[in-house]
T-cell receptor, first 113, second 112 residues
Framework: DAGVTQSPTHLIKTRGQQVTLRCSPK?????VSWYQQALGQGPQFIFQ???????QRGNFPDRFSGHQFPNYSSELNVNALLLGDSALYLC????????????FGSGTQLSVL | AQSVTQLGSHVSVSEGALVLLRCNYS??????LFWYVQYPNQGLQLLLK??????LVKGINGFEAEFKKSETSFHLTKPSAHMSDAAEYFC??????????FGPGTSLSVIP
C-alpha cells in the first residue's frame, strides 16, 4: 500500500514564474493538507482540501491556490513566485471516516532563483 | 489561537543518556498534542499523540511524553539515546487530527 506520494521531488524556478506541485493521498484517505516548511523552521499550514473544496486555510496569500480531484489527489499552485517561496512543500493526507493521524509525504523541495 | 514553543533549537546528548525535548503550548480549547520526527530528506513521522486520555503517552521507538495542563507542557523523553535518534523533532497542537500547528523544531544530535 503506497503512502502519500508527491511529485516532483525537486524543482527549480525563477522569480515570477508559476509552479504546480502534485500529491496523491494514502489509499482510503479523502482529505489532503498542504504545508510549507522553510529551512530551519517547522511546517506552516497552507490549506486543506476535502470533497474537492478548500475547507481550511492558513495565513498565506492568494498566490497560493489548490485543487482536489475526484480521486482525492491534489495540486498546489503558486503564482508569481518570490525568493521567499523557496521551501519544502509537504502534503499530508487523512481520513474523515477514521479520524486517524496525518500521513506525510516526503515533500517537494522548491528553489526559487 | 493555538501556538507551540520549543525550548532549544539544538540539543546534544551522549549515546545512552536521557533525551528531554521541551514543548509548551497555547490553546483556548482542550488540545490534541503531537510529537513528530523528521529525518533528513524525509517527511514527518508521528511519534506519539495526546487526545485527552492518559496524561502519560507512550510512542514509538521508546519515546514518551507527559501532558501537564497546569504547566501547558508536553515534553518528550527517552531514557537512553541511540545514534539513530538523531533527527529534527517537532511538537504540534491541534483541535483535531487533521489540522495541526507545528512548533519551530528541535534538532537532536547524539554523540557517540
Amino acid at each position: 500500500d503506497a503512502g502519500v506520494t508527491q511529485s516532483p521531488t525537486h524543482l527549480i524556478k525563477t522569480r515570477g514564474q508559476q509552479v504546480t506541485l502534485r500529491c496523491s493521498p494514502k489509499s482510503g484517505h479523502d482529505t489532503v493538507s498542504w504545508y510549507q516548511q522553510a529551512l530551519g523552521q517547522g511546517p506552516q499550514f497552507i490549506f486543506q482540501y476535502y470533497e474537492e473544496e478548500e475547507r481550511q486555510r492558513g495565513n498565506f496569500p492568494d498566490r497560493f491556490s489548490g485543487h482536489q480531484f475526484p480521486n482525492y489527489s491534489s495540486e498546489l499552485n503558486v503564482n508569481a513566485l518570490l525568493l521567499g517561496d523557496s521551501a519544502l512543500y509537504l502534503c499530508a493526507s487523512s481520513s474523515t471516516a477514521t479520524n486517524e493521524k496525518l500521513f506525510f509525504g516526503s515533500g517537494t523541495q522548491l528553489s526559487v532563483l | 489561537a493555538q501556538s507551540v514553543t520549543q525550548l532549544g533549537s539544538h540539543v546534544s546528548v551522549s549515546e545512552g543518556a536521557l533525551v528531554l525535548l521541551r514543548c509548551n503550548y497555547s490553546s483556548s480549547v482542550p488540545p490534541y498534542l503531537f510529537w513528530y520526527v523528521q529525518y533528513p530528506n524525509q517527511g514527518l513521522q508521528l511519534l506519539l499523540k495526546y487526545t485527552s486520555a492518559a496524561t502519560l503517552v507512550k510512542g514509538i521507538n521508546g519515546f514518551e511524553a507527559e501532558f501537564k495542563k497546569s504547566e501547558t507542557s508536553f515534553h518528550l523523553t527517552k531514557p537512553s539515546a541511540h545514534m539513530s535518534d538523531a533527527a529534527e523533532y517537532f511538537c504540534a497542537v491541534g483541535t483535531s487530527y487533521d489540522k495541526v500547528i507545528f512548533g519551530p523544531g528541535t534538532s537532536l544530535s547524539v554523540i557517540p
